[in-house]
């Protein structure tokens, strides 16, 4: 692998990583001042692949090292073999350039191999661990992280890391090959040249730093206002933001400000394309001053002295080799900093502390009988104040609970605590009477379904979305609970059947349809207590009868604690537990409560589903 390999891979990946984002390096170095990175750990990554490294390191050292022999032989070729017409010394050193070539191709070959394994390897394992380790995190995690940033993190940043690998560091070694061999090569070939070339180069390479940092800002510029301007296209131009646009009369205000954005585009662009002429304008007169003053040396009195037409053109080719890998090793600053922040990123994921886990020794419970209790229990989120206080409530085995209050009053935090959602800050939550902290995750999901209002289909067929409940479900598993479910014929009138797909989030599917879609799978799972959180309430009447008769169904025989907005359904109840401001304020049957006139009488005059659906 000879330095011409290497002579333009700085200036790509200088202009990559000025093209990623305008203002990458500096939240790298941001994100390396919050969370610094230990060497030794990203060093644990490697450690299985610790022979594999030292083929890939010796494969670029034995690569640049074999590169570093063609300027001798064209020596050879200039100075002995053309001048006294030796055929076969000719034909020895034209193979010998031949064989150089095809040994750097080939080591490169295998090193790019090995080195995409290795980066691939440890990609594979990252991904999957931090996969792994972001399914244990609570819901509170993913309601307080920004969209996308997990995708970003789990795709990206992760997908970013094999540049490390294969570009990066293998670009360091091989970089520092080429230079250090290439000088040693130009002492050998003569040492006066020698000097001439390394005094003369770093003022180039100075000047050629110096316009890459102005091209740099400038291009970063030009990214903020490219990424305006497509912003302003996106809020101005799509449906939401023309119905805005036109309702609030704000077009001209619109336009004047994307007219002055476009205009500061302009000029950004002109500078950008100057810029970008002045870097290759000096990396020209960079290329042809150096040889142009190893030219005017050789023809001088003082340093002429024993040389040859074949040692100059040698020199001149290892020189012209030695510039672009130098000016690599003098970025790899940067490279280094986003190789550092990619890690960091990835690490501030995996050092996140599961919430809610696992108990080292958890309970098995012989037999779900589906008793539910929550214990004094009192509940926040974060560091703000508590959302529920001291609520204490018994749902005996096989009987059904109905949450009713106002918006804000607690109902989906209590049912997420019944599913293990959240833990409570004090009291607990127990199933026949063990504590759900110290059950399985897996045993508790087995044992507590929940159906919502939002219900997620994923992008796969029918069958395979209610399989996902329970992959081990047999076909007629599968059909008896989508025809408990009241959606089984609709499913055969489809032209698969059981094999469409259901599209993106399901939307080939109702909402009607989808909910039943939600309780067949649930039905498959057979859990013994059953939470339903404002099941139907952004369903139409018709698919709303539809879809509680499926409800009914599903909650037949289980412990069931609903969140309720239809009077009919909180009649039916055994117990109605009325929730105001976090607190239970009023529980009993129906007619109880009626017959009491307190909050749920009132609830009811006032009609009850407009009033909790509110």
Same mark, same amino acid.
């Given at each position: ?48 692949? #610790? ?55 080939? &080591? ?40 996308? *940033?997990?995708?970003?993190?789990? /795709? ?41 070339? &390394? ?5 180039? =390479?100075?000047?050629?730093?110096? =316009? ?12 903020? #206002? ?8 996106? *809020? ?49 007169? /960079? ?60 690490? *501030? ?13 958890p309970v098995r419970l012989d037999g779900v009988r589906g008793e539910v209790r929550l214990d004094h229990v009192t509940f926040g989120y974060g560091a703000g104040s508590p959302v529920l206080h001291d609520i204490d409530l ?81 076909? *007629? ?16 009138? &489809?032209?698969?059947?059981y094999d469409t797909m259901v599209g993106s989030r399901g939307h080939r599917f109702s909402g009607g349809e989808q909910q039943r879609l939600a309780i067949a799978r649930t039905l498959l799972r057979d859990p013994r207590v ?81 009033? /909790?659906?509110?």
């Amino acid at each position: 692998m000879d330095g011409r390999h290497f002579s333009g891979s700085s200036h790509d990946r200088d202009a990559q990583h000025a093209r990623r984002n305008p203002d990458s390096r500096q939240s790298d170095r941001r994100q390396l001042e919050d969370r610094p990175v230990s060497l030794r750990r990203i060093g644990r990554l490697f450690s299985n692949h #610790k022979g594999a490294m030292s083929v890939v390191i010796a494969l670029i050292v034995a690569s640049s090292v074999i590169g570093l022999a063609q300027p001798f032989l064209v020596r050879h070729v200039i100075d002995a073999a053309l001048p006294r017409q030796d055929v076969s010394l000719l034909v020895w050193c034209v193979a010998g350039m031949l064989g150089v070539s095809i040994a750097s191709a080939a &080591l490169g070959i295998f090193q790019t191999l090995i080195s995409t394994r290795i980066g691939q390897q440890v990609m594979h394992r990252l991904r999957s661990d931090l996969f792994t380790h972001l399914q244990r995190q609570s819901i509170d995690f993913f309601t307080r992280t920004r969209g996308g *940033e997990v995708q970003s993190r789990m /795709v990206n940043d992760i997908g970013s890391m094999q540049s490390v690998v294969t570009s990066t560091a293998t670009a360091i070694a091989a970089n520092v090959t080429v230079v250090v061999g290439t000088v040693v090569a130009m002492f050998a070939l003569d040492w006066r040249l020698a000097i001439i070339s &390394l005094v003369v180069l770093p003022p180039a =390479v100075v000047t050629t730093r110096r =316009v890459a940092r102005m091209r740099y800002a400038i291009t970063s510029a030009r990214q903020q #206002k490219l990424a305006d301007l497509h912003v302003q296209v996106e *809020e101005g131009l799509s449906v939401s933001g023309m119905l805005l646009t036109k309702t609030l009369g704000a077009a001209p205000a619109l336009a004047r400000r994307f007219e002055q954005t476009s205009h500061d585009l302009v000029d950004l662009e002109i500078q950008s394309q100057l810029a970008g002429r002045w870097r290759m304008a000096t990396m020209q007169v /960079v290329f042809a001053a150096v040889p142009a003053a190893l030219y005017l040396a050789a023809g001088l009195p003082v340093t002429r002295d024993g040389m040859t037409i074949g040692t100059l053109v040698a020199f001149i080719s290892l020189q012209g080799s030695l510039f672009r890998p130098l000016m690599g090793l003098l970025n790899v600053g940067v490279d280094v900093t986003s190789s550092l922040a990619l890690f960091s990123r990835i690490f *501030e994921y995996l050092d996140l502390p599961v919430e809610i886990d696992d108990p080292e020794t958890p309970v098995r419970l012989d037999g779900v009988r589906g008793e539910v209790r929550l214990d004094h229990v009192t509940f926040g989120y974060g560091a703000g104040s508590p959302v529920l206080h001291d609520i204490d409530l018994t749902v005996p085995a096989g009987t059904s609970l109905a949450l009713v209050g106002a918006t804000g009053s607690g109902k989906s935090t209590l049912a997420g605590l019944v599913a293990r959602l959240h833990d409570p800050d004090a009291g607990r939550v127990t199933l026949d009477g063990v504590d759900l902290r110290d059950l399985a995750l897996t045993d508790l999901a087995e044992a507590v379904g929940v159906v919502t209002q939002e219900t997620y289909l994923l992008h796969a067929t029918v069958r395979d979305n209610l399989r996902h409940a329970r992959p081990d479900a047999t076909d *007629e598993e599968i059909e008896t609970a989508a025809r408990a479910a009241r959606i089984h014929d609709l499913i055969q009138s &489809l032209p698969e059947g059981y094999d469409t797909m259901v599209g993106s989030r399901g939307h080939r599917f109702s909402g009607g349809e989808q909910q039943r879609l939600a309780i067949a799978r649930t039905l498959l799972r057979d859990p013994r207590v059953l939470v339903l959180d404002e099941a139907t309430s952004a369903l139409d009447n018709t698919t709303e009868r539809a879809v509680q008769a499926a409800l009914d169904t599903l909650a037949r025989g289980r412990t069931t604690i609903t969140i309720a907005h239809r009077l009919s359904t909180v009649r039916n109840a055994d117990q109605i537990a009325v929730l105001d401001g976090g607190r239970v304020v009023e529980l009993g049957t129906h007619e109880e409560l009626l017959l009491a006139g307190g909050r749920y009488a009132d609830l009811v005059r006032g009609g009850l589903e407009q009033s /909790v659906a509110a």
